[in-house]
């Protein structure tokens, strides 16, 4: 696994947990409270593997695209060169 997938997949069940935990706590007793962010635990596991799927797939179309200046400029000058040739 990489880098990022890790923190997704720590970050996500986490959050969810604490954000239930504490959301729970005004209407319940701590230990139904702690019985829901348990539950919430595999549903961020869940979101964030999916989460760091789909961040996996942007990076790889960015890796796809060459943005560098050389490739940039080469571009620029075959128009420059098509646009010469038109006239």
Known sequence: MN????TFMV???LVGFAI?????MSNNEWETSLFRAI?????GLFFG???SQV?????LDLKKVNLSPEHQHDEQTTVVEE???ND
Not at 3 to 6: D, G, K, L, V
Not at 20 to 24: D, G, K, N, P, R
């Open 3 to 6: 880098n990022s997938r890790q």
């Open 11 to 13: 970050t996500f069940p």
């Open 20 to 24: 239930v935990f504490i959301a729970s």
């Open 39 to 43: 539950i919430a635990l595999p549903l």
């Open 49 to 51: 593997f999916l989460f």
């Open 55 to 59: 961040w996996n797939w942007i990076r």
């Open 83 to 85: 646009e010469e040739t």
